[in-house]
């Protein structure tokens, strides 16, 4: 965009609209687009303003964003999105608003990785459960590690009732309980050698 008093574009509004963007001041972005600031500006790291609305799970300020044009796609230095990062945070209000945007879902961060990855490595029920719902994500994806969605929750998850939930929601919609990792070790093997035992089950279940 640029400055309509000048015809130039306006970096001051960038700087604004990335501040904004960061904490969530849906004042802010408004009058920063009015003034001119570009939609996809980057800060020193190339996160983008609605990459930074996600990080702090600032959802209206995200609808702002996206209503301008804003891509739920666009990447940093470390390769986060705005999309990869709900994921991260669990925020399902903000998966929600991105949606409209058509995040490209086979979009992967520095870990090759999916959003539905780290929700299941952190134990995000209500994540896991609203993006396998409402979106077609590859419940099967395997990252860079070897690891599955699957795999996440049983070897980086602690056992307790969060991932016992997101291990059911992953196997009820689709996820192969004996695709194994890299170095041929099954979920139910990494369950069994944890000493998670509803885990253990759920997976013998889905294997029977």
């Known amino acids: 965009m640029t400055d309509p008093g000048t015809g130039t574009h306006a970096p001051a509004a960038d700087r604004l609209l990335l501040d904004a963007a960061r904490t969530g001041d849906v004042d802010g972005v408004r009058d920063a687009l009015r003034a001119g600031a570009r939609v996809e500006a980057r800060d020193e790291e190339l996160r983008s303003p609605l990459l930074l609305a996600s990080l702090g799970s600032h959802v209206e300020a995200a609808r702002l964003l996206v209503a301008a044009g804003a891509d739920p796609d666009a990447q940093d230095r470390r390769e986060d999105s705005a999309w990869?990062?709900?994921?991260?945070?669990?925020?399902?209000?903000?998966?929600?608003?991105?949606?409209p945007a058509h995040p490209d879902l086979t979009l992967t961060n520095r870990f090759g990785g999916i959003s539905v990855i780290p929700a299941s490595e952190r134990g995000h029920v209500g994540y896991v459960r609203a993006v396998l719902a409402e979106t077609d994500i590859d419940v099967n994806h395997v990252n860079r590690l070897g690891w599955t969605a699957l795999l996440e929750a049983v070897i980086l998850g602690d056992g307790g009732r969060p991932h016992q939930e997101v291990v059911e929601l992953l196997l009820a919609a689709g996820a192969v309980p004996d695709l194994a990792d890299q170095d041929g070790t099954t979920p139910l093997e990494h369950a069994e050698r944890r000493g998670f035992d509803v885990i253990t089950a759920l997976l013998r279940k889905a294997q029977a």
């Open 84 to 99: 990869l990062v709900t994921g991260v945070t669990g925020s399902v209000a903000m998966m929600r608003v991105l949606l």
